[in-house]
């Protein structure tokens, strides 16, 4: 506790903090920036702007660019600052119902390396040692000295806001699994952990620097196995009360349908998540795993998938009317039928969504193909160290073998 | 525009009236308050509250109270303010299918008094004309100059939130009606005046000063003729892009059922609404309007409400599933079949709910009863006068004959 004199200088050591990690974000989100651009976007005065560029220099989160972006007045270049080549770093996490993606993502959101493998069994600890020997390989060839600033883990489930736990993955049927304590057990080392559901994640990664930059009310439908969605609403994310929200593969849809294993009969899911989509196309479900491959290797859409866009178009027609969106991104499976069977996806939207929300709403693939919900996850675990650089670098670990310690 | 030398006395200024505006709020959300209170409420000193008090004494919106709540110290009472007595109103419309009920309302929501009325033609000016002299009706007694700051009126539709034009007021049969300027019309007088979504204004009333004070995330269901949710997330009003979030009616429910007036078949509104209710106790449609009367004259609920009530539970499931809000009212005719059939609801809603949202969610009648849009709308109209209170009494209708001018 700092005595109570103590207050005025607390404040300003908070707000310079406050402002390292603003022009931090600034960068990172840009890859680079100009020192004019960020006087300006950061209403502070040029001197206080060089004082927090040559601490976040000192700090190796950044680094001098002799010329960054146009050039200004009579041709003269713009200096700046661009993030560090060997600067701070993230391990992101995509974990899928039977295969993981794992990178190492730089700032600007970079990938800088990934691995990736399908598991055989899928007890949590069995996929927390699968998942940590993808975090030592991506992490492997990460310079000496580079901060390693945290992990990030996206979950196809419900997770908990407050500490991360996973209440519910039901396609892996793990529940209350504190999946985050087994990774770092099983990586022996201690580093910032963080876990979220998987189309939260990919929301707010389309939203930071995919289809959605500046939109303030977007929806990313995330359709694999299960359905769900991460939702922004007036540029904040939409978490409820305990962080569950979204979850509209449960969404009522067909009362005389197909059971699912959430105990209903119909849920959305069951008609248009990936077995739905599988058994349509007389997919076998083993090969479900492989089902994106099978629907890119489609030139046209056959004829039994589109009752299946016809029902994506019905729901997300619900979802149009329940919130709104400007924009709704197609993530998963759905990104696919979107170019496979558009027409019927956009006639069940259509004919479902009252006109006054229709009309200003745009269906959009995923600008970040695939990685979505990785890069978001890489987002998430960044996030520490734009509230906090000197903190969060402090936290960091910065040497090579003691990454891969376990 | 100011000159730029002029800009630190600008801030000030508008830092000034952010203070009495903020004051005033807390004023209204409390009816009264001691100096103490505000003192370490706003983090100002006490002669900046001493001020800004006196500077809202001149304004004639709040006056001096020589004991408020408890006492302090050794007994002695804290003095304090309080709103004043003939201070700014406002007028609140409450517009129904086939009904306007309308409300001088003063700080600290007091309805003053009231005015309702069944309409026979539902063209939008018959009804404007209709609204007006209730209005007129609710400002006759009001004290001369005491202010009028505006007008707020809730519509059983859709509302575009850049400038209050009625989208769709389906029950009504209304395309684009710009009922404000209607209104204001057949007053034939200049008041700020502003129009929103019913549900939307009974979530705000009931987060203000209702059963969800202090919940961050919340759904307001009014089942009424139409059935809409207001939703709150994260202590901020759900709004979508336009303005037409929460058209929760048209969720698709039973893709067999009956069809609904927006074109598809079996929206929750079709099951669950006032038609729906009507038919299942054998209540004649043109009886409908009395619905409220009839459900409340049970002792005990009839059987056929029963399944009504399941349907009911089923779909709240679905929006638990996608809002995991803390609580949900039950707005409009749910909250008397809530009395009736909550054992169905219930249920409906354990069956429906993933466990990790069902469990922290109640279920809760409206703490205002039938007032909680009206109040709403009161809420609404006062809003203008918390965000900066010298221009909002400054646009404020004084005089009472002018008032009533039409």
Same mark, same amino acid.
């Given at each position: 506790? #700092?005595? &109570?004199?103590?207050? *005025?200088?607390?404040?300003?050591?908070?707000?310079?903090?406050?402002?390292?990690?603003?022009?931090?974000?600034?960068?990172?989100?840009?890859?680079?920036?100009?020192?004019?651009?960020?006087?300006?976007?950061?209403?502070?005065?040029?001197?206080?702007? #060089?004082?927090?560029? #040559?601490?976040?220099?000192?700090?190796?989160?950044?680094?001098?660019?002799?010329?960054?972006?146009?050039?200004?007045?009579?041709?003269?270049?713009?200096?700046?600052?661009?993030?560090?080549?060997?600067? &701070?770093?993230?391990?992101?996490?995509?974990?899928?119902?039977?295969?993981?993606?794992?990178?190492?993502?730089?700032?600007?959101?970079?990938?800088?390396?990934?691995?990736?493998?399908?598991?055989?069994?899928?007890?949590?600890?069995?996929?927390?040692?699968?998942?940590?020997?993808?975090?030592?390989?991506?992490?492997?060839?990460?310079?000496?000295?580079?901060?390693?600033?945290?992990?990030?883990?996206?979950?196809?489930?419900? =997770?908990?806001?407050?500490?991360?736990?996973?209440?519910?993955?039901?396609?892996?049927?793990?529940?209350?699994?504190?999946?985050?304590?087994?990774?770092?057990?099983?990586?022996?080392?201690?580093?910032?952990?963080? *876990?979220?559901?998987?189309?939260?994640?990919?929301?707010?990664?389309?939203?930071?620097?995919?289809?959605?930059?500046?939109?303030?009310?977007?929806?990313? =439908?995330?359709?694999?196995?299960?359905?769900? #969605?991460?939702?922004?609403?007036?540029?904040?994310?939409?978490?409820?009360?305990?962080?569950?929200?979204?979850?509209?593969?449960?969404?009522?849809?067909?009362?005389?349908?197909?059971?699912?294993?959430?105990?209903? *009969?119909?849920?959305?899911?069951?008609?248009?998540?990936?077995?739905?989509?599988?058994?349509?196309?007389?997919?076998?479900?083993?090969?479900?795993?492989?089902?994106?491959?099978?629907?890119?290797?489609?030139?046209?859409?056959?004829?039994?998938?589109?009752?299946?866009?016809?029902?994506?178009?019905?729901?997300?027609?619900?979802?149009?009317?329940?919130?709104?969106?400007?924009?709704?991104?197609?993530?998963?499976?759905?990104?696919?039928?979107?170019?496979?069977?558009?027409?019927?996806?956009?006639?069940?939207?259509?004919?479902?969504?009252?006109?006054?929300?229709?009309?200003?709403?745009?269906?959009?693939?995923?600008?970040?193909?695939?990685?979505?919900?990785?890069?978001?996850?890489?987002?998430?675990?960044?996030?520490?160290?734009?509230?906090?650089?000197?903190?969060?670098?402090?936290?960091?670990?910065?040497?090579?073998?003691?990454?891969?310690?376990?």
């Amino acid at each position: 506790m #700092a005595p &109570p004199r103590a207050g *005025l200088g607390t404040n300003q050591e908070a707000v310079r903090r406050h402002n390292l990690g603003t022009l931090l974000r600034h960068v990172h989100q840009r890859g680079q920036s100009s020192r004019a651009e960020l006087t300006k976007g950061m209403g502070l005065n040029r001197s206080t702007i #060089a004082g927090l560029v #040559a601490e976040l220099e000192s700090l190796g989160a950044v680094e001098h660019a002799d010329t960054v972006g146009g050039t200004r007045g009579a041709g003269r270049p713009s200096v700046g600052v661009r993030v560090a080549r060997n600067g &701070p770093f993230v391990v992101a996490v995509d974990l899928g119902v039977d295969r993981a993606v794992v990178a190492r993502v730089g700032m600007g959101g970079t990938v800088l390396e990934r691995a990736e493998t399908v598991f055989e069994g899928s007890e949590a600890w069995q996929v927390g040692a699968v998942v940590a020997g993808l975090v030592r390989k991506v992490v492997a060839d990460a310079p000496d000295l580079s901060p390693l600033v945290g992990i990030g883990i996206s979950v196809p489930g419900l =997770v908990r806001r407050s500490d991360g736990l996973i209440r519910l993955a039901p396609n892996l049927d793990w529940h209350d699994v504190s999946f985050g304590s087994i990774v770092l057990a099983a990586l022996g080392v201690d580093v910032p952990i963080s *876990l979220a559901n998987d189309a939260d994640l990919g929301a707010m990664a389309e939203h930071e620097r995919g289809a959605a930059v500046g939109v303030g009310d977007l929806i990313y =439908v995330s359709g694999n196995v299960g359905v769900g #969605a991460g939702v922004i609403t007036g540029g904040q994310r939409l978490e409820g009360a305990g962080g569950y929200a979204g979850e509209i593969g449960h969404l009522r849809f067909n009362p005389g349908g197909k059971p699912c294993h959430c105990g209903n *009969l119909g849920c959305w899911e069951t008609e248009v998540g990936a077995h739905a989509i599988a058994d349509a196309i007389r997919c076998p479900p083993e090969r479900v795993p492989e089902l994106g491959a099978v629907l890119a290797g489609y030139a046209k859409a056959p004829r039994e998938l589109r009752a299946i866009g016809q029902a994506i178009g019905q729901g997300l027609a619900s979802l149009i009317n329940a919130f709104n969106p400007q924009v709704v991104v197609m993530g998963g499976y759905f990104g696919a039928l979107y170019s496979l069977v558009r027409d019927e996806i956009d006639g069940g939207v259509a004919d479902g969504a009252l006109p006054a929300a229709a009309e200003s709403v745009t269906l959009a693939h995923p600008a970040l193909g695939d990685d979505s919900v990785l890069l978001g996850a890489a987002e998430m675990a960044f996030e520490p160290l734009f509230v906090d650089p000197p903190s969060a670098l402090g936290r960091a670990i910065l040497d090579a073998r003691a990454r891969v310690a376990g």
